[in-house]
DNA sequence: TATCTATATGAATAATTGTTCATATATAAA
DNA sequence: TTTATATATGAACAATTATTCATATAGATA
């Protein structure tokens, strides 16, 4: 069984390092139930306006999240339930 | 639903950051099989000897991987299922 | 005991990365 | 159109980290 060749390990270790730092995983966490904005992000997991977005941005990147605009808004969520799962089985792993 | 308090936020980020890098990635690769010694380890991921002496330190420290003795040779093998779990979750995430 | 092989480790270096601060952009409201 | 609010972003700095090199340790064999 070799399941990865060099850009697939790459691409594993970029996706992994993502999930690997304590504010992006508060952003993560507070998104597991709904959308929320920018300001609501930063306020919930008490980071700055500016880190928030720094962070957003790469989650964004790696598409981890999504949003939508509206108005002066922007509304972010998970991109897809494997982000979910992948946070949980690392929850599942912590608290064993 | 709030699953985490800051001690398992920086556990949860910790965890993930271990599987965030490549050499470390490629081993828990080799590994998924059969235990491994170090030398065959290192020349299975084409790194050399020290680095992966050392990313398996690290491996071990966060008991992501156990090892036994046996005579001159320290074979390291994956600590647990989950292991396996999340990096099959990471496998078929980007292959998506 | 002396030597060889397998593994571990400390120090140094280079590279990556997260935050802050200042500021830019864009939409909404007055 | 002017002002206020929400968000994004570039530069700088501090901190973390992966590798290399040299060397230490420990078990096996001669």
Do not use: P, W
Not at 58 to 73: E, F, H, P, W
């Amino acid at each position: 069984m070799n399941l990865l060749n060099d850009d697939k390990t790459i691409d594993m270790a970029e996706l992994f390092k993502i999930f690997g730092d304590s504010t992006r995983i508060k952003i993560i966490n507070v998104l597991l139930d709904s959308e929320l904005c920018v300001c609501d992000i930063a306020n919930k997991v008490n980071v700055s306006q500016s880190a928030v977005s720094h962070q957003l941005r790469i989650l964004k990147q790696s598409k981890l999240v999504k949003y939508r605009k509206d108005g002066n808004c922007i509304y972010y969520s998970l991109a897809d339930d494997h982000v979910k799962k992948i946070f949980m089985l690392g929850c599942e792993h912590i608290n064993e």
